[in-house]
């Protein structure tokens, strides 16, 4: 079992930066990827970004230049830094780990940006 921590959700004002981190702790062995989504109020969960066990990085275009994946070397934690916040960021990110053992969801930070 792989347990997830999220952290660094909040309120920002559209143009800030927020830091997310998720935090895995069991057995986190032989990860494929890492990754963040997000659930805006109504809508879908969609990829915001995913970083693959070879280093590969992939982002949904609207975040792109705006949002940067990375991991700490052990590959147990992940996070999203978030430059130049939009209002449409908005919404419930969660995190994502793919490894061995199976597939493993966050339990979710709230980001919001205002005006």
């Known amino acids: 079992q792989v347990q997830l921590v999220e952290a660094g959700g909040g309120l920002v004002q559209a143009g800030g930066s927020l830091r997310l981190s998720c935090a895995a702790s069991?057995?986190?062995?032989?990860?494929?990827?890492m990754g963040w989504y997000r659930q805006a109020p109504g809508k879908q969960r969609e990829l915001v970004a995913t970083?693959?066990?070879?280093?590969?990085?992939d982002y949904i275009d609207s975040v792109k230049g705006r949002c940067t994946i990375s991991r700490d070397t052990a590959k147990t934690t992940v996070y999203l830094q978030m430059n130049s916040l939009k209002l449409e960021d908005t919404g419930v990110y969660y995190c994502?780990?793919?490894?061995?053992?199976?597939?493993?969801w966050g339990q979710g930070t709230q980001v919001t940006v205002s005006s």
């Open positions: 994502r780990y793919q490894c061995r053992l199976g597939d493993y």
């Open positions: 970083l693959h066990s070879n280093g590969n990085t």
């Open positions: 069991g057995s986190t062995v032989s990860v494929f990827a």
